[in-house]
């Protein structure tokens, strides 16, 4: 009788000590949702983020806490040479994201063709700078915004002109990224676009304006009749997979690039030097690689990515992406895979 009196007390604890753990976990999972609400709102009111209606809320609360999960769990991880961050997407699925905000096509007649520039020795390599960055020279206009129109190729090869159209004359004039978009029959918000083809608009048509006389509308509309505010005679395509060659190119002027830029990790990049094990070479996104340099503890190099989300995603608008990756010829995000640079008229 004495044991089975014992039991029963036995029992009756540990069904109080396990009640006990469901509340402690029930409350800490109050808790948790209530500070994930709490930081939900506060990304609202920091990015003037509102919803139609609660349904709408709810539905996007889930998506940002599934996304903002990711980044803390990146960020605890501690063993990356970059963070995350919440930023204007942080409410959106990668594949919403994707879908609004790339817009790559490379040009498969053009990709896989022999560049005309060969590659550089390794003594050739040692002579070029150990960093180079644009912005210092004043050949970078501010980050810009293509917002939810997927013409990421326009913002790519205008700051490309942007940047030698400085290095040359001394003038640094933001150029028309909407005069490409409507004119260059080159895809349009949804259709994507190659780098080369808007080049070969720019050099046909005689050039492209200023963003002051065309100003960026974030949809395609109707060609417009306009001036010329810079000139290019054409473009240059650098080796493909020669990250050296890329170095060469971006030691005389900014160069557009193809990368990945798709994936949730990218989504989400926040400061740090962003690495190829965290991206793929599917060439989906467009941006301009406008320098490169060393990590002061010598972690690695990394180049310098002029993005066109505006200034509230990455390093104000800018990632800083890993340079001389090993094992891949193909650079991180695949960005050695599709280079080219603009010439100047004669």
Not at 42 to 61: C, L, N, P, S, V
Not at 62 to 79: C, M, P, Q, T, Y
Not at 226 to 246: H, K
Not at 312 to 321: H, Q, S
């Amino acid at each position: 009788m004495a044991r089975s009196k014992l039991q029963v007390m036995a029992a009756a604890l540990l069904l109080l000590v396990a009640l006990s753990t469901m509340a402690k976990l029930t409350t800490a999972t109050r808790a948790g949702a209530a500070t994930m609400e709490a930081r939900h709102n506060k990304w609202m009111a920091e990015h003037g983020r509102t919803y139609k209606d609660a349904a709408e809320k709810a539905r996007r609360f889930r998506v940002f806490k599934a996304n903002v999960d990711l980044i803390d769990r990146s960020n605890a991880a501690g063993n990356k040479r970059y963070r995350l961050a919440t930023n204007r997407f942080t409410d959106l699925t990668n594949a919403e994201f994707a879908a609004m905000y790339t817009g790559y096509s490379p040009n498969p007649n053009t990709m896989y063709a022999a560049a005309n520039a060969t590659r550089l020795s390794s003594e050739e390599e040692d002579q070029l700078p150990a960093e180079v960055d644009w912005r210092q020279q004043g050949a970078v206009t501010g980050v810009k915004n293509q917002r939810s129109c997927g013409c990421c190729w326009a913002f790519s090869t205008v700051a490309a002109v942007e940047g030698i159209h400085q290095i040359t004359t001394g003038e640094l004039v933001s150029l028309s990224e909407q005069q490409l978009l409507d004119c260059s029959n080159n895809g349009g918000c949804t259709t994507g676009g190659s780098l080369e083809k808007a080049f070969q608009y720019m050099a046909n048509s005689g050039g492209v304006t200023t963003e002051a006389d065309y100003p960026y509308q974030a949809t395609q509309g109707t060609c417009q009749s306009s001036g010329v505010a810079a000139t290019i005679s054409g473009y240059q395509r650098v080796n493909r997979n020669d990250e050296g060659a890329l170095a060469a190119a971006v030691a005389s002027q900014p160069v557009s690039v193809g990368i990945e830029g798709s994936g949730p990790m990218f989504q989400h990049y926040g400061s740090g030097v962003f690495t190829a094990d965290s991206c793929g070479t599917r060439l989906d996104h467009a941006v301009a690689v406008v320098g490169y340099g060393e990590e002061a503890d010598g972690s690695g190099g990394y180049w310098i990515i002029k993005n066109s989300w505006g200034t509230t995603w990455g390093e104000a608008g800018y990632m800083k992406l890993e340079k001389d990756v090993a094992y891949s010829s193909q650079g991180a995000c695949g960005l050695a895979m599709d280079p080219s640079y603009p010439l100047l008229s004669a």
